[in-house]
């Protein structure tokens, strides 16, 4: 866990360090993430860094995918005398699956007929994803969490709207495991384990300020 908090601290250092140059970047996204081991969601996020030049920047990111899921019945079913229709609805299941990745994030502009651009992007992760499960109908409640460090890849295209501005689309792909309980059994160690790795899709825009 230790080796976790100053891995999260050196990319916030050196992402901070990146936002102290002359000219600054922020970007804002949103879209669709499908992992191996968990159902499709939303995923939401940005990175705020530096611009070394037109082609080079690097930053650190932040994105919260987010999947919720509630197994809800009709048991019964009235009508009144003037005619509305009044349902009882029981909630039997509903569980709440979280990943939050940070990154640092290096992207390189390709050049390409204006007001478009292509790039590609590489970054290193530290991931959290947050589990939660009630099973009302067995009266079950459980909370898990679990960490770990993996990579992401990602190309996309700009089309510039401004002299410093330009809406993004993306395709990214991301790799990691993140595990928890780990302990040993019987002599050999042994832990849980979740594949967060998969491909993704989204849109935004790039702001770059000085």
Known sequence: MKKHVISVLLVTVLAGTAAAQNLRMLEL????????????????????GISFDERVSLGFGLDIFHKGYKKESTVATEVSESGVVENTVTRTLEY?????????????????????C??????????????????????????????????MARAGVEYAIGRRSALILEAF?????????????????????????GLGFRAGVRLDFY
Not at 37 to 48: E, N
Not at 179 to 193: H, I, R, Y
């Open 29 to 48: 996204r949103g879209g669709h993430f499908n992992p191996k081991d968990a159902k499709s969601g939303m995923i939401l996020g940005g990175t705020y």
């Open 96 to 116: 709440s699956t979280t990943l939050v990745p940070l990154s640092l994030n290096l992207d390189i502009r390709l050049p390409f007929e204006p007001p478009f």
């Open 118 to 151: 292509f790039y590609i992007g590489g970054s290193l992760a530290f991931e959290m994803l947050f589990n939660s499960e009630n099973n009302y109908e067995e009266d079950i409640k459980e909370k898990r969490f679990y960490s770990g460090f993996g990579w």
């Open 173 to 197: 792909y991301n790799n990691c495991r993140v595990s928890s309980d780990a302990k040993k059994k019987e002599g050999l160690p042994v832990w849980k384990e979740v594949d967060m790795s």
